[in-house]
C-alpha cells in the first residue's frame, strides 16, 4: 500500500466528533483522545506556517520578548481556529512539543459552554468571573454583573504571568447575554466594555497574551442583532490585535495528508504521479507539468482537485466546515475505499452510494438533492449508469457515465463559481488508460440522459430543477400507445407514395380490390393469419387476382426502438409548443434543434421499421428483407418496393417469348392468351407483369417467330399470323400456338397462296358478269374464317349448391366483361334450416344495401 491511512479511518470511526475541535473539552479532558492527548494531536497535526508563527509569536510574548499582546485568528466556518487554540493549550499548559513554548498559565474561556444567568438580583457565568475562577480557583473579587474594570483586571493577571487567555466563541456568548439585563443596559453592553478593557489590560503587562477567535463574517451568525454584536465586538478587538490565518494555500493538503494517513511512500507516490503528469502533459490538459507534479506531490493520495473542489467551493458554503468539513469527507471517501486498487483518489473516485458520504454533502445544499442523486446517479436504475453501458465493451467496466456525474456534481456547490468545465473534468477524472478525448463523448450521453445535468456554453452542473431531458421524459410517459398508432399511421401515409395502389392499414379483406393491377399493402403489424387472408379472399368470395398483392409489414423487433423514436419526436413537438414552460433562450434552441434533427430521420427511422416484404409463392409467402435504409435515400415506400421486387425478378418489365414458349407451349400445342394471362395474375408465383407488357411479349413472340397466334375454333386452332404483325386482343378464342404447327412446307405454302389467288379472280369475275365461274377440275377455296360472336345472352339456371364461386368468376366475369349492360337478376329460396334474424339483418341485407342491389321481393317467414 502506497498511502497507509490512520488506524481509526480503517476501522471507520468516523464521527463527527472525532473531527470536531472542543477546546472546552480538551480543557475539561473530556474530548476525544486526538484532541485530549498532547501527543496523538501533534502527531496528526500538520505545522501550518501560519501555525508555526502563531506560536512562535505566543512564546515570544509570554517569556516577555515582546510582541503582540492581543492576536485574533480569523478564519471562515471550520478553518482551523479552535484548531490553533488547543495547540496553543497543549504547548503552553505543558512547556512541550513546539519550540519556544514555556509552561505558562492557561485560561480558557468558550462561549458556548459559559451561560450567564440571573438568579434573586444577581448574575453569574460572567467571562470575568470565570477568568477569576479559573486563575484563583474561585469568584471573590470580581463576582460582579458590570465589567470590573481595568484596574482590578491588572492586579488579577499580574500574579498569574507568565498568562495566556484562550477565548473562543465569544460572539455566541454576547449574543446569549444580550437578553440579561443589568441596571439600564444589558450583560452584552457590559461585555463589550469588558472586551475593551481586557485588550487594554493585557497590553500593559509584558508577559500576558490573549487570543481569541472571530469568524470571517457574519454569514455564520443567528440574526440582525447578532450581526449588530459581531461588528462591535471587531471594533473592540480589532484596534490591538493581529490577525492570523492558520491554513493558507496549498498548505490544506499537508493537514489533511498528516490526519487522515499514517505512511506514505513518497518514491512509489511519485511514480505515480510522474505517470499522471505524463499522460496530461501528452493529451494537451496541462501547461506547467513540474509545477503541477509538485502539487500531486503535495496533496498525494489524493488528487488536489479533490481538496481544492471540497476545500474552496464547499468552504464557501456558509454552513460548511471548511477544515473540519474536508476531513470528514476524505476520511468517509477513504473508508469506502481502503480495499480498492486505484493509484490515486480523484473526484470521480468518491462513491455517492455511499449514504454516510451523501448525507455530508446534502445537509449543507439540501433535501431535494436526495432526489437528483437517485435519478442520475446513485439509484438502481439511474441515468448514468444507461450511459455506463453505452460506452462500448472497451470502456464499459470503467463506469465511465458515473464517474463524471459524480465529478459534476462535486463541482456544482459553491458560494462563488459553480460548475465544471470540459478541461476541469479532463484534468479531475482522465484514467492514463483511456484517450481523454473519450470523457467528451461521455459528456454528451450524459447531457443527452441525465435528469437534472444543466450546461451553459463552457461548464456543467447539477441544479434540483429538471432540465430539457426531464421534461421529455415526463411528456414521452403522457403519449399513450393510441397516439403512437396514429401518428404511425399519419407517418405511413405521407411516405408510402402512389408507384402503385397502395392501402395502409386495411381492416377486412374486402378493402383490398379485386382488380388486375400491382397492389402494396402496408399492414400495421406483422400478421400472417391477415396476409393470409386477404390473400385468399375478398368479402365472402375467395380472391381471383392473388399473384398482384405484396404485403410490407413491420418487423418487430424494430418496434421498441421505432415507438420509443416516435414518441420522443411527439414529446419534442409538444415541448415546442408549449410556452407555459418558460425556457430559457438555450433550452429553446435545443429544442428547436433537436426537433430539427428527428424530423429529418423520420424516413429512415419509418424505413427501419417497414423492412419486410411477403410476396405470395406457390408454398406461402416468401419473406423479403429490404435491409438497413441508406441514409438520405428519399424515395417512397412503394418505390423502393418496386425497385427491390423487379431486382429480385418478383416483377417482370416483359416477358420473355422464349419464356412463354418454353413454360406455357412445352407440353402444349395451344394456349388461350386471355386464360394465360388471368392464370398469371390469380396464380401466386406466378411472372407479374402489366398488362400492356403481356401483350408486347405477345406480339413480339409471333413476329420473332418462336410461337404463332390464332384463333380456336370447335377444339381445333388456326394459326392465322406467324412471324408477323399481330393484334392481340385477349379474347375467349384468341391463342398463341406452337410454332411447329404454324410451321408449313414451302410447297404447301404455295398451294395454299395459289388457291387464295384462284379463289379471288373468280370472285373478281363473278363481280364483273354476275354470271357464277364453275371449274369442274378445281375446287372453289374456302372465305376466311369469321369467329362467331353473340351479341345477346340471356340465361336462368340453378346454380348447384357450393358452386356459386366457379359461378361468378366462370360465368358472371366474363359477361360483365364483354357486354356494355348486363342485367343479373338472382332470385333466392332458403329451405330446410333457418338463420338467426340479427344474422340476416347485419349480414345478409347489410351486404346487398352496400353494393345498391334493388329489391324486386323480400319475403321471409318466421
Known sequence: MIALPHKDILEGRLTMDVFAADLWNVFKGEAVDDYKNPDSFFQKTYPTFGLRNLLKIAGKRLRSEGGDSVIQIQTPFGGGKTHSLIALYHAFSTGKYVEDA????????????????????????TIWGEIERQLEGE????????????DKLEELFRKHQPLLILMDEVLQYTTKAAGIKVGDSNLASQTMAFMQELTECVKSLKKTLLVLTLPSSI????????????????????????????VAGEEIYEVVRRRLFREIDNERAREVVEEFVNYYEREGIIQEKAEYRDKMMKSYPFHPEVIDVL??????????????????????????????SIPLIRPCDLDLTYSELAEELIKHIGREYESVLSADITGSNANAKKVDKSTGVTYQGLNLGTKLATAIFLYSFSG????????????????????????????????????????????????????????????????DNGVIKA??????????????????WPSKPKDIPDSEELKLIILPENDGKLCKNILENYGENPRVNKNTLFFLCPMESERFSFENWLRKLLAWRRI????????????????????????????????????????PSKDG?????????????????????????????????????LLISEKYLRDKDYVETGRLFKAMLSTPGEPRVTKSKFISSIRDGVKQGIFGSGILRDGSVECLKFKENTEVLLSDYEVIIRKEICEKPKAEEGRVEEELEGYEEVEEEEKETGILVEDEDKEKPKPPVVIPKFKKVKLSVEVPRGKFSEFYTGVILPIEKSFGEAEIKIEIEAKNGEIPKSEYENKVKETLLQINAKFKEEELEE
Open 102 to 125: 514555556i509552561k505558562a498559565n492557561v485560561v480558557v474561556i468558550v462561549g458556548t459552554a459559559i451561560s450567564p444567568k440571573e438568579e434573586n438580583g444577581k448574575i453569574t457565568g
Open 416 to 479: 462563488g463559481e459553480k460548475g465544471a468545465s470540459l478541461g476541469d473534468l479532463k484534468l479531475a477524472c482522465s484514467d492514463t488508460n483511456v484517450p481523454s478525448s473519450v470523457i467528451t463523448d461521455v459528456i454528451e450521453g450524459l447531457k443527452s440522459n441525465l435528469f437534472y445535468l444543466q450546461s451553459d456554453i463552457t461548464r456543467y452542473f447539477f441544479t434540483s430543477q429538471p432540465n430539457l431531458n426531464s421534461i421529455l421524459v415526463t411528456r414521452m410517459s403522457e403519449i
Open 139 to 150: 469568584v471573590k473579587e470580581l463576582d460582579l454583573s458590570v465589567s470590573p474594570g481595568r
Open 487 to 504: 401518428a404511425t399511421k399519419s407517418l405511413t401515409e405521407r411516405f408510402s407514395g402512389k408507384d402503385i395502389p397502395v392501402y395502409i
Open 621 to 657: 409467402f416468401r419473406e423479403i428483407d429490404l435491409g438497413i435504409p441508406v441514409f438520405g435515400k428519399t424515395e417512397t415506400l412503394s418505390r423502393e418496393v418496386i425497385n427491390r421486387l423487379k431486382a429480385e425478378g418478383e416483377i417482370v418489365e416483359k416477358l420473355s417469348p
Open 576 to 615: 415546442d409548443e408549449d410556452k407555459s414552460l418558460n425556457l430559457t433562450e438555450l433550452q429553446q434552441k435545443e429544442v428547436k434543434k433537436n426537433l430539427g434533427e428527428m424530423s429529418k430521420a423520420e424516413r429512415i427511422q419509418l424505413r427501419s421499421f417497414y423492412r419486410l416484404v411477403y410476396v
Open 311 to 340: 476545500h474552496n467551493r464547499w468552504g464557501s458554503i456558509p454552513t460548511f466546515q471548511r477544515t473540519r468539513g474536508v476531513l470528514r469527507i476524505l476520511s468517509l471517501a477513504i473508508y469506502r475505499l481502503k480495499d480498492s
Open 219 to 246: 454569514i455564520e451568525h443567528y440574526d440582525e442583532s447578532a450581526e449588530k454584536l459581531f461588528v462591535q465586538l471587531q471594533k473592540v478587538s480589532g484596534r490591538m490585535e493581529k490577525i492570523y490565518t492558520p
